[in-house]
């Protein structure tokens, strides 16, 4: 049985770090992360499932952070709109298929609600945005979205930028302008 744990940043230990260094890194094999626990922005919080033994088998991190949306060109046409930026969404590899994804994605929604933002967001390649729709996230109204690099390059993002309703509201149509590091 999988068990749920909201752990904020400071009060993750060494010992937490290592044990989600190999999830992660097994999950994101492309990736360097050079045995952290994190890739770009450190996050805020940690969603994190652990089994039995407490190893951690499933995890989603988030900052809350403002994102800019509307034309970039036109500054009188751009609304900031509060987010909880989601990103380093895994399930150990020996545990796809088993409905670990899907209740990762079920207490990300009640934890965000709890956080009181009136959106998730997140950006990931439009072959798992199927994955997430599952859990009720939605396509943004346009797919567009700007970052910054961990290697402080500009990324235009165009594949798959998605939000979670948490009040009922439908995402604004324009770029997505993230001022920061994708978490």
Do not use: K, N
Not at 36 to 58: K, L, M, N, Q, Y
Not at 162 to 181: A, H, N
């Amino acid at each position: 049985m999988t068990t749920w744990h909201l752990t904020w940043e400071l009060d993750l230990t060494d010992g937490d770090h290592a044990a989600l260094a190999p999830l992660l890194a097994g999950a994101f094999a492309s990736s360097d992360l050079g045995g952290r626990s994190w890739h770009s922005e450190r996050p805020e919080a940690r969603i994190i499932g652990r089994d039995d033994t407490g190893r951690p088998v499933a995890h989603l991190a988030f900052l809350r952070r403002f994102v800019r949306v509307g034309d970039p060109d036109a500054s009188a046409r751009v609304r900031s709109v509060l987010v909880a930026d989601c990103g380093l969404v895994c399930v150990d590899p020996a545990m796809r298929g088993t409905g670990l994804g899907r209740a990762l994605l079920q207490e990300t929604a009640r934890v965000l609600a709890e956080v009181e933002v009136p959106f998730g967001f997140l950006t990931t390649g439009d072959e798992l945005a199927r994955y997430y729709a599952t859990g009720g996230w939605q396509l943004t109204p346009t797919q567009r979205t700007l970052t910054i690099e961990h290697d402080e390059s500009l990324q235009d993002w165009s594949e798959a930028s998605m939000y979670l309703p948490l009040r009922g509201e439908t995402f604004p149509e324009g770029v997505i302008v993230r001022d920061g590091y994708e978490v």
